[in-house]
């Protein structure tokens, strides 16, 4: 199997990881944690922020404008 993908729910922080193999063993390609982008371009492309993973309804976001 050339790459691997390990999505870790544990503790309410998601993180994603793609390992690629490489020589016998797997090698980190891309990783990220809830709150940032996991991107990769192979085996195909994907993007994502591991909090969405969860299902929940982000915050609202702070616009920054004032009534």
């Known amino acids: 199997m050339p790459f691997f ?6 503790n309410r922080v998601p993180t994603i990881a793609l390992f690629e193999l490489a020589e016998g063993e797997y090698r980190p390609v891309a990783a990220a944690a809830a709150g940032t982008r996991f991107v990769m371009r192979e085996p195909f492309e ?3 922020d591991p909090a969405d993973l969860l299902g929940e ?8 404008d004032e009534g």
Not at 57 to 64: K, L, N, R, W
């Open 5 to 10: 993908l390990r999505v870790d729910l544990r």
């Open 46 to 48: 994907f993007t994502v």
């Open 57 to 64: 309804e982000a915050p609202p976001e702070d616009s920054g």
